[in-house]
């Protein structure tokens, strides 16, 4: 029996097949399958790696949030928000996971897209790759950070001065808070698809982009910043909204998960006639049971998800990290916002574009603008230009 059957118990989403002539099988896209599931054993290697780096080593520590103490217009929703997420998980552990799989004795769409957008969580310091543009606040409980771990990491980093990572919030967050939107997302293009059958697919996903950006604007500019959750200091504040304050919005943040949101309803939304995503096409093809038929069937489901943050977020934002602009003074004074990374108490100063930009294994500028470099590190020699010997032998 095939682990998509029974298609009244599966997700509600849009057949591709009826809407853009791609339901039937081709050679193509029975490998499909076994190209995302590839994607996503690397991304799952990663993820692992990370893990297991990061609880075993240096770095497994809590970020003290320094003598600022943050406000209590910042204490109350933050804390609320974390009991809030905690108190669902387990419902959305039983809804999306444990009872599709009791009654159906495998694991839903749904159920694969929670555990996915779980794991997902292990790319979020990413942004940070070269330059820490974003921080959160580290009186949230933490265990520090596993950036530093993440293969080719060039952004300073020393144990307990780390970008933290609030795990109370995040794991929840990403597991069944960005499904929950996903599925949100889907309801809205149900809707638009049913009031205007005639759309077309690509302007169904622009508007869906839209207003993914629109929602991210709500949730990010106007509440998750000003409470404090997190700031964006070295964002571009040319390209920001409340620019110069810790609560500043740059306007491509939108642009960058908006495209994240809408990338991940679509892969939700567009099934073919038998409920499968675009990267689940040639499961049938798979040999070797039913079990591995569904873990192959993960690794492609969590390879799509994986490549929309990666591709459409943490790739431009790496690069937009790059180029920020001085992190404002709002920021710089609270040290929930600054644990030690930069500024006082420290002899490095914060990310500036006027200043060199160090990594963690480079000498730095201190505040008094001499180069500090590395124990046992030496300027480089000058090497002479080799030249024609003249008839002199000189």
Not at 215 to 224: G, K, N, S, T, V
Request: hydrophobic share 45%; aromatic share 14%; with cysteine.
């Amino acid at each position: 029996m095939s682990d998509l059957s029974n298609r009244r118990k599966t997700p509600i989403t849009e057949s591709v097949g009826s809407t853009a002539g791609l339901g039937t099988a081709t050679p193509r896209a029975s490998s499909a399958v076994k190209i995302w599931a590839t994607v996503g054993a690397v991304f799952l290697a990663y993820t692992l790696y990370v893990f297991v780096r990061w609880v075993s080593g240096p770095y497994f520590e809590p970020v003290a949030g320094g003598p600022s103490e943050p406000p209590m217009y910042m204490q109350i929703p933050l804390m609320v928000n974390a009991i809030v997420l905690w108190i669902g998980l387990p419902f959305a552990l039983w809804f999306f996971l444990i009872r599709p799989w009791v009654r159906e004795k495998r694991i839903t769409l749904d159920g694969m897209l929670l555990v996915s957008m779980g794991l997902m969580m292990f790319q979020d310091p990413m942004l940070n790759y070269y330059s820490t543009w974003c921080t959160y606040n580290a009186w949230l409980w933490n265990r520090g950070s596993w950036a530093p771990h993440i293969p080719g990491w060039v952004a300073h980093e020393e144990p307990g001065h780390t970008v933290p990572e609030p795990l109370l919030t995040n794991i929840p967050g990403y597991m069944y808070g960005v499904l929950l939107l996903t599925i949100v997302g889907c309801w809205i293009m149900r809707r638009i698809k049913n009031r205007w059958p005639a759309i077309s697919n690509l302007r169904l996903i622009l508007v869906t982009y839209a207003i993914a950006f629109v929602f991210d604007f709500i949730m990010e500019a106007l509440i998750m910043l000003p409470i404090g959750f997190y700031s964006y200091p070295g964002a571009i504040q040319s390209l920001s909204f409340n620019a110069g304050t810790y609560y500043q919005w740059p306007v491509y943040e939108g642009l960058m998960w908006g495209g994240v949101q809408a990338a991940l309803c679509c892969l939700r939304f567009f099934t073919d006639d038998r409920g499968r995503t675009v990267v689940e096409r040639g499961i049938d093809s798979v040999r070797g049971g039913f079990a591995k038929q569904q873990f192959v069937r993960f690794l492609a489901i969590f390879g799509g998800v994986s490549a929309c943050f990666f591709l459409f977020y943490n790739v431009p934002a790496t690069w937009l990290g790059m180029h920020a602009d001085p992190w404002p003074e709002d920021v710089q004074k609270r040290s929930y916002f600054n644990p030690g990374i930069c500024g006082e108490g420290t002899d490095r100063p914060c990310p500036n574009p006027d200043l060199p930009l160090p990594t963690k294994h480079s000498g730095y500028n201190n505040h008094q603008g001499r180069l500090v470099l590395p124990e046992g590190v030496a300027i480089p020699s000058v090497v002479p230009i080799q030249r024609p010997v003249g008839a002199d032998g000189e």
